[in-house]
């Protein structure tokens, strides 16, 4: 199976697991110049930035070691690009990863800060 269908595989847990656990969907694969986002959801108090990281094993690592300080600053510039186009400046925000691990879903809230 190659990594795109595993990436995408997972972010379909993902979503299932955030939609599990009370939160709404609002966008998903946002694309921007910046880069792309994987998952954007609502908890009710604030949008999450949601960075999907999935693998068949940790051979090369922990997934959710991938995301490192580049991967962040994009997402960081994707989610203010995003909260500029949907006029939500000054919302509260939360960069969460969640790691997919040979089947098994590990939420990290407040993975990192902007």
Known sequence: MNTRIVGRRGEDIAAEYLVKNKYK???R????R???IDLIVWDGN???FVEVKARKNDK???PRESVNLHKQQTIVQCANY???LKKQIGTPV???VVEIL???VFHWKDAFRA
């Open 25 to 27: 969907i609002i966008e």
């Open 29 to 32: 694969n946002f694309n921007c």
């Open 34 to 36: 910046y880069g792309e």
């Open 46 to 48: 604030a949008v999450i």
């Open 60 to 62: 090369f690592g922990l």
């Open 82 to 84: 995003w909260l500029y």
């Open 94 to 96: 939360r960069f969460d």
């Open 102 to 104: 040979d089947g098994k």
